[in-house]
């Protein structure tokens, strides 16, 4: 007995395989048939013709560690078609950081209310506890980890901390954990040298998981830093993941060119792959080097001056008769946006055929980046079908099927018999991102109806309020 049988839909499966019509029926939690499919001896039967029948999205690189706790509705993500989330990017990860003081990127996730969580192995537990009503992966975080460990972040760790900090690695690959994820880029990172990443990895060697790495440069010194983080897995010989990747300031625009085809010669011999958000302008902690790449800086969130998010940060600075520095210091904490790139760079890197799909967005913003309410919709509507970059089937790919092969997400990514039925419906004429820079918080249009283990989670523009998603444990 089929529990759902959707009828007529054009299929896009996740391979990159060309669309065609077809059927699909599900029983329980997962995809039983595709094809030509009666629809007698089905309990109930969707009539989804002229729409697109693709596998739910996964979100390659989020920040929504605390989200899936404090709003288990994921209303940014459903709203995209996302029905699962990588978790614990950019070197920080809400587990095992317990009640330490967030400091910053750190309080990018951590912070408020809680959860806390000493463990991974409590992170899962919690997830399966109070399901959320999408699925989460998640990665350990290396700055977090150097928080937990270490008395002070501005040195190398010592061979006790490097000690420490692996038997966490091991742990949380033994609890189910995709991998880890280094932010050399950070302050509290920054000092961690190329030797201490690879000793602190160790227990990864000759395991399935993936290192994804926001490197410690993504402007000037590119290139050394992308050397550095491939070098590191090569020697591990594991999945090397670059995140979010891009060319920031107006000196390397059009250094994507370089960037790609030196990622594309070191994938000859290591496995390296990108995943990249659709969006010319970055977002993270407020800083002034950051500043200094960027045409412009909107504020995304201040503790000191929360009415300012949302404002550009040189009219702030004009209005208080300070320098860029300065008016820095004043909103501290703080986050923002930073429109530092090169809009055919990232046409040209989100075109690569390696590239997934990865979001960044940063939920705890009073005024966020637009990619937390836009990105997967933007790539089909606005890159895809405006712009012409790749076919629906490649965009599609970029945002399930690659995705679930480069980090190991068994089971999802695939419109196929056996698959569990995760599911995005959509409109591909229609289909388009409504955030922008001015009003961020907007959902998609297009998006008709998002399935998550069988069941309806999104339906005519609002959440159903199901709770179906599964915490996802690679198996060691
Ligand atoms: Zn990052
Ligand atoms: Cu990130």
């Not at 020697?235 to 960037?259: A, D, M, P, W, Y």
Request: aromatic residues 6%; glycine residues 12%; contains cysteine.
């Amino acid at each position: 007995m089929v529990d759902l049988l959707l009828r007529g839909g054009t299929v896009v499966d996740g391979t990159g395989g060309p669309p065609r019509r077809a059927d699909v029926a599900i029983t329980g939690d997962r995809i039983v048939a595709v094809g030509e499919v009666p629809a007698t001896g089905s309990a109930r039967v969707l009539d989804v013709a002229g729409l697109v029948v693709a596998p739910g999205f996964i979100d390659a690189h989020t920040h929504d560690d605390r989200l899936l706790f404090t709003d288990p509705g994921m209303a940014p993500k459903l709203s995209q078609g996302v029905t699962t989330v990588v978790v614990g990017n950019c070197g920080i990860s809400l587990a095992p950081l317990g009640r330490r003081e967030p400091v910053p990127p750190l309080n990018l996730v951590a912070g408020g209310d809680g959860p806390f969580f000493e463990s991974l192995a409590d992170y899962f537990a919690a997830l399966e506890r109070d399901p959320p009503a999408i699925n989460a992966a998640v990665l350990v975080g290396l700055t977090t980890l150097r928080a937990v460990t270490m008395a002070s972040l501005d040195r190398e760790a010592d061979a006790g901390e490097i000690e420490a900090m692996r038997a966490h690695v091991a742990q949380a690959l033994a609890a189910g954990a995709l991998g880890v994820s280094t932010g050399t880029f950070y302050a509290p990172a920054r000092a961690a040298t190329r030797d201490e990443v690879l000793r602190v990895l160790e227990p990864m060697r000759g395991t399935g998981a993936v290192v994804a790495s926001h490197i410690r440069d993504e402007g000037d010194h590119v290139i050394d830093s992308l050397d550095e983080v491939i070098g590191i897995a090569r020697e591990l010989g594991i999945r090397q993941v670059v995140s979010h990747h891009k060319v920031q300031g107006r000196t390397n625009f059009g250094r994507s060119r370089q960037t790609l085809a030196h990622i594309d010669e070191a994938a000859l011999g290591a496995d390296v792959c990108i995943d990249c958000y659709p969006y010319a302008a970055s977002s993270t902690v407020l800083r002034i080097d950051s500043a200094r790449q960027a045409s412009r800086v909107l504020v995304a969130w201040s503790q000191a001056l929360p009415d300012c998010a949302g404002r550009f940060l040189d009219d702030l600075a004009r209005e208080w008769g300070l320098d860029l520095e300065g008016a820095i210091a004043k909103l501290q904490p703080a986050g923002a946006i930073y429109f530092s790139m090169d809009e055919a760079d990232v046409e040209r890197i989100l075109a690569h055929p390696g590239t997934m799909i990865g979001s960044d967005g940063l939920p705890h913003d009073r005024f966020p980046h637009p990619r937390l309410w836009g990105a997967f919709p933007r790539v089909l509507g606005h890159y895809g079908r405006k712009r012409g970059l790749f076919s629906l089937e490649t965009a599609v790919r970029k945002m399930t099927g690659l995705t679930a092969e480069r980090f190991g997400l068994e089971g999802l990514g695939f419109v196929k018999p056996g698959m569990r039925a995760d599911l995005t419906i959509f409109d591909a004429d229609t289909v388009i991102d409504t955030a922008t820079f001015e009003s961020p918080v907007s959902p998609a249009r297009g998006i008709e109806r998002v399935f998550v283990g069988g069941h309806i989670a999104w339906e005519c523009g609002a959440p159903t309020g199901s709770r179906d998603g599964v915490a996802f444990r690679r198996r060691a």
